[in-house]
C-alpha cells in the first residue's frame, strides 16, 4: 500500500457440496396406515384398553384390523404425510435418496504497517460462514432433517515497540465470536398445533414445528429433541509481555487477561425436546410375556 511501509493480504476460500446418500427403510403400506394388519403372517394385535392393568387378558383385535373409530386423529394427520412404499413387501420397502447440502465461505485480510525499524503493527481478521443441511427420510415436512447456520470470527491487532536495544515490548488484542444455530429444516408446516396435540405452555419455540415421535423400527419423525441449538460465544483477550536485556541477564515479564463470555441456548426439556416427546414400542398391542411381534 505504502512502499516498504504498508502491506496487506487477503484470501478467500469456498467450499460447496452437494451429496445424497441412498437409504432403505420400511413404511406402512394403504392396508397399514387404515389399521388392517391382517395381511401380516403371525401377527396377533391385542386391545390395550381391555384386560387388566398390567395388560393380561387382553383380547385380540378381530382379523388383526384395528377399529377405524380407534385410531389417532393425530396420527391420521401424520399419516396423509408418509411417502407409500416404492418397493414391493413389508419389510424395507421404500428407497430414497436422502438429500445433504454443504456452503462454506472463508474470509481472510491482514495489514501490516511498519512506523520505524523499532515500531510495527499489524492487524487480521477472518470471517466463516456455513450453512449446512441433513434432509430426512420422512421428508422436511414431517422428518428429523435439520439446517445449521453457523458464522465465526476472529480479529486480533498486536503491536511490537522497542524501546531501546534492550528493551521491547509486545501487545496483542485478540477476538474471537462463534456462533452455531441449529434448528428443524420445517418448522412452520406441521406444528403441535395443526397436529392436535395439546401445548399447555406456548412460547416461540414449542409452537414451532411438532413433538419427536419415536417408533421402534421406524425413521425419524420430528425434529431430533436436542434441538433448537444456538450458543454464541465471546472470547476477548489482551497480552502485554516486556523483555529486558541486562547484562548476561534476560528479564521477562508481563499480563494475559481473557474474558469469555459463552451464551447457550438449548431447551431441551430433561431430554424430552421443546416441543415433547411420544414413544411407542411393541408392547403397547401385546400380551406381556407373550410372543413379540417379529419381523
Do not use: C
Request: aromatic share 10%.
Amino acid at each position: 500500500i505504502i512502499k516498504d511501509k504498508t502491506f496487506f493480504f487477503g484470501a478467500y476460500q469456498g467450499r460447496y457440496l452437494r451429496q445424497s446418500s441412498t437409504t432403505t427403510t420400511t413404511v406402512p403400506d394403504t392396508n397399514v396406515e387404515s389399521g388392517n394388519f391382517g395381511a401380516i403372517p403371525g401377527l396377533a394385535l391385542y386391545d390395550p384398553n381391555s384386560g387388566n392393568a398390567d395388560g393380561a387378558g387382553r383380547q385380540p383385535f378381530a382379523g388383526n384390523v384395528i377399529p377405524d373409530n380407534r385410531i389417532s386423529p393425530i396420527a391420521r394427520k401424520l399419516i396423509a404425510r408418509f411417502p407409500q412404499p416404492n418397493v414391493p413387501g413389508l419389510l424395507n420397502n421404500y428407497v430414497t435418496n436422502v438429500p445433504y447440502a454443504y456452503n462454506g465461505n472463508s474470509y481472510d485480510g491482514r495489514v501490516d504497517h511498519y512506523f520505524t525499524e523499532q515500531t510495527k503493527i499489524f492487524a487480521k481478521f477472518n470471517t466463516s460462514k456455513y450453512s449446512v443441511t441433513q434432509g430426512a427420510i420422512l421428508g422436511n415436512e414431517i422428518g428429523d432433517g435439520t439446517v445449521a447456520k453457523d458464522y465465526t470470527v476472529i480479529a486480533s491487532v498486536n503491536l511490537t515497540h522497542g524501546f531501546s536495544p534492550t528493551m521491547l515490548t509486545e501487545l496483542r488484542l485478540a477476538y474471537n465470536r462463534y456462533r452455531p444455530n441449529v434448528q428443524g429444516i420445517d418448522t412452520k408446516t406441521v406444528t403441535n398445533s395443526n397436529l392436535g396435540l395439546a401445548n399447555p405452555n406456548p412460547d416461540s419455540i414449542s409452537s414451532n414445528g411438532m413433538a419427536n415421535i419415536s417408533i421402534s423400527g421406524m425413521p425419524g419423525i420430528g425434529t431430533p429433541v436436542y434441538y433448537p441449538l444456538v450458543n454464541t460465544d465471546n472470547l476477548f483477550e489482551a497480552v502485554d509481555t516486556w523483555s529486558k536485556i541486562s547484562g548476561k541477564h534476560v528479564f521477562k515479564w508481563g499480563a494475559e487477561i481473557h474474558r469469555n463470555r459463552m451464551d447457550r441456548f438449548q431447551p431441551q426439556g430433561l431430554g424430552l425436546g421443546p416441543r415433547g416427546l411420544f414413544q411407542f414400542n411393541p408392547g403397547t398391542t401385546q400380551l406381556p410375556g407373550g410372543p413379540g411381534l417379529g419381523a
